[in-house]
């Protein structure tokens, strides 16, 4: 294992080994191994908690909840805006941490680390705004108050792709509204989330607020955050297969849950389309952090008429990538979580080429390391194929034709998944009828990059339920409670 202080990083105590809980950090016999998949080196080990520490943390949430959710929402503020400017303040050591457990280019990193930090900001505003309502009465005695009050404890379990982001857009609003939060990280990424609670502690966040328990008993403790009677609001980013395991679950005690799910994106390109800003989109929805994103591009529709010139301009984008590990300068494309998931990738990869995709670049591993997987793009794509069919995960993209606006819509919306979708276009008339035909929860257009904090992230179908950022986010941490007040007459 390495020391803290090799790992390059100017605050060495934003690495930590322990599950955060109640305030202090909790030890254990059992370890996990925390490694580079860019070189397969070890970055850390850590306690490695389970079941018993999970059901500790949603204790001490619940104890803490009274006294967070009695704070003015000018004060849980004021902390919030404290953990946000210390995040920004330490973005560089943040970033560094992500790309040594994740891969992701460090560039990358930090804008991730900047992009999480602004739903701090934004639901540290906008939890000030959680309006009730006075409706009229029904008769001159009453009167209809609806007020907003926090859900209680949240419990979450989030995924290594994003492990500071998907942290702090559940957190912020969870903090924001005023109940308290409970997280198990994915154990492939767990540094991320315990250097956000040795900064939430520095910014003064109380106690049992803001709680990491890190442990590889999935099941066990994903039981107690879906089941424990002591958590109202359960809230998950990840498969759709594990989401539906979860939201069975959260039944027996009738939680309030919230769901990211997996996604099949589809990227359409019009005749009509500025081919130019069309690749470019493309390569940024498909490409960033090696295709491992669930609003990454799956399936790119190219009308016939400008197949060729598109095809032919973004082959040439996609070979120019560069590929290797996260820290060093330039790199575009770093490795993929594990040899687990290229495997799956490339098993799709190889199933399609049996049913009759064309290779045109890639579809292969690369020379990098064990890891990584050459940026790949197949022609020839039916929507019936693997690449098609399932969500990839990975460097890959299936380029499928069609005809007609009618065609792609009905294409586009084959598939079980809603959660993002993108096409280019510059017929305002198809603009607004593509958009709304669409069946998916965020649509780009013209626009390869989506996500930000002021915008309700989100899908349809089975790619989950509920919003998170934007002034929609804050309602899944509130309870509404109508209010009906009589004998006013007198």
Same mark, same amino acid.
């Given at each position: 294992?390495?020391?803290?202080?090799?790992?390059?990083?100017?605050?060495?105590?934003?690495?930590?080994?322990?599950?955060?809980? =109640?305030?202090?950090?909790?030890?254990?016999?059992?370890?996990?191994?925390?490694?580079?998949?860019?070189?397969?080196?070890?970055?850390?080990?850590?306690?490695?908690?389970?079941?018993?520490?999970?059901?500790?943390?949603?204790?001490?949430?619940? *104890?803490?909840?009274?006294?967070?959710?009695?704070?003015?929402?000018?004060?849980?503020?004021?902390?919030?805006?404290?953990?946000?400017?210390?995040?920004?303040?330490?973005?560089?050591?943040?970033?560094?941490?992500?790309?040594?457990?994740?891969?992701?280019?460090?560039?990358?990193?930090?804008?991730?680390?900047?992009?999480?930090?602004?739903?701090?900001?934004?639901?540290?505003?906008?939890?000030?705004?959680?309006?009730?309502?006075?409706?009229?009465?029904?008769?001159?005695?009453?009167?209809?108050?609806?007020?907003?009050?926090?859900?209680?404890?949240?419990?979450?379990?989030?995924?290594?792709?994003?492990?500071?982001?998907?942290?702090?857009?559940?957190?912020?609003?969870?903090?924001?509204?005023?109940?308290?939060?409970?997280?198990?990280?994915?154990?492939?990424?767990?540094?991320?989330?315990?250097?956000?609670?040795?900064?939430?502690?520095?910014?003064?966040?109380?106690?049992?607020?803001?709680?990491?328990?890190?442990?590889?008993?999935?099941?066990?403790?994903?039981?107690?955050?879906?089941?424990?009677?002591?958590?109202?609001?359960?809230?998950?980013?990840?498969?759709?297969?594990?989401?539906?395991?979860?939201?069975?679950?959260?039944?027996?005690?009738?939680?309030?849950?919230?769901?990211?799910?997996?996604?099949?994106?589809?990227?359409?390109?019009?005749?009509?389309?500025?081919?130019?800003?069309?690749?470019?989109?493309?390569?940024?929805?498909?490409?960033? =952090?090696?295709?491992?994103?669930?609003?990454?591009?799956?399936?790119?529709?190219?009308?016939?008429?400008?197949?060729?010139?598109?095809?032919?301009?973004?082959?040439?984008?996609?070979?120019?990538?560069?590929?290797?590990?996260?820290?060093?300068?330039?790199?575009?494309?770093?490795?993929?979580? *594990?040899?687990?998931?290229?495997?799956?990738?490339?098993?799709?990869?190889?199933?399609?080429?049996?049913?009759?995709?064309?290779?045109? *670049?890639?579809?292969?591993?690369?020379?990098?390391?064990?890891?990584?997987?050459?940026?790949?793009?197949?022609?020839?794509?039916?929507?019936?194929?693997?690449?098609?069919?399932?969500?990839?995960?990975?460097?890959?993209?299936?380029?499928?034709?069609?005809?007609?606006?009618?065609?792609?819509?009905?294409?586009?919306?084959?598939?079980?998944?809603?959660?993002?979708?993108?096409?280019?276009?510059?017929?305002?008339?198809?603009?607004?009828?593509?958009?709304?035909?669409?069946?998916?929860?965020?649509?780009?257009?013209?626009?390869?990059?989506?996500?930000?904090?002021?915008?309700?992230?989100?899908?349809?179908?089975?790619?989950?339920?509920?919003?998170?950022?934007?002034?929609?986010?804050?309602?899944?941490?509130?309870?509404?409670?109508?209010?009906?007040?009589?004998?006013?007459?007198?």
């Amino acid at each position: 294992m390495q020391n803290h202080s090799d790992l390059g990083l100017q605050d060495s105590q934003l690495v930590k080994n322990f599950s955060y809980i =109640n305030g202090s950090w909790h030890s254990s016999e059992s370890q996990i191994s925390v490694t580079n998949p860019a070189d397969g080196s070890e970055v850390a080990k850590i306690s490695n908690a389970g079941v018993a520490e999970t059901e500790l943390a949603v204790v001490a949430a619940k *104890s803490a909840l009274k006294m967070w959710s009695a704070k003015s929402a000018n004060e849980r503020a004021g902390l919030m805006r404290n953990w946000f400017n210390l995040i920004m303040q330490h973005q560089d050591d943040l970033g560094r941490i992500l790309t040594l457990e994740q891969g992701k280019p460090l560039a990358e990193a930090k804008g991730e680390v900047a992009y999480g930090a602004a739903f701090i900001e934004w639901f540290a505003e906008e939890g000030k705004r959680a309006y009730g309502d006075i409706i009229p009465g029904p008769s001159s005695d009453k009167r209809v108050v609806v007020i907003k009050q926090p859900v209680g404890v949240v419990a979450s379990i989030t995924p290594w792709n994003f492990p500071n982001a998907m942290i702090a857009r559940k957190a912020a609003a969870a903090l924001a509204a005023g109940c308290t939060f409970v997280v198990r990280p994915a154990t492939q990424t767990p540094l991320s989330a315990l250097a956000m609670a040795e900064l939430a502690e520095r910014a003064g966040i109380p106690a049992g607020v803001f709680n990491v328990v890190v442990g590889d008993d999935a099941s066990g403790m994903g039981k107690v955050l879906t089941q424990h009677p002591d958590v109202s609001k359960f809230t998950f980013t990840g498969s759709t297969p594990v989401g539906k395991t979860l939201l069975k679950q959260c039944a027996t005690t009738v939680k309030k849950v919230s769901m990211e799910l997996g996604g099949n994106a589809p990227f359409i390109v019009f005749a009509d389309a500025d081919i130019d800003a069309a690749v470019q989109g493309a390569l940024v929805s498909k490409y960033r =952090n090696a295709g491992q994103t669930c609003v990454c591009t799956n399936r790119i529709f190219v009308q016939n008429k400008v197949l060729q010139e598109f095809t032919e301009k973004f082959t040439a984008a996609v070979e120019k990538l560069a590929i290797g590990n996260g820290l060093d300068d330039g790199i575009i494309i770093g490795p993929m979580i *594990s040899s687990t998931a290229l495997n799956d990738v490339d098993k799709l990869v190889k199933e399609s080429i049996a049913a009759g995709a064309k290779v045109i *670049s890639g579809a292969q591993k690369h020379s990098a390391g064990e890891n990584f997987y050459q940026p790949t793009i197949l022609s020839h794509v039916t929507n019936d194929m693997p690449v098609a069919r399932n969500e990839i995960f990975g460097p890959v993209s299936p380029i499928l034709s069609f005809d007609t606006e009618e065609e792609v819509i009905a294409m586009a919306n084959d598939t079980e998944f809603g959660l993002a979708a993108y096409f280019y276009a510059r017929d305002i008339g198809r603009v607004w009828r593509v958009a709304e035909a669409l069946e998916f929860g965020m649509i780009g257009i013209n626009e390869g990059i989506i996500s930000n904090a002021a915008a309700p992230f989100g899908g349809m179908k089975q790619s989950g339920s509920g919003r998170e950022g934007s002034k929609y986010g804050l309602d899944d941490y509130l309870e509404i409670k109508y209010l009906c007040m009589g004998g006013l007459d007198k």
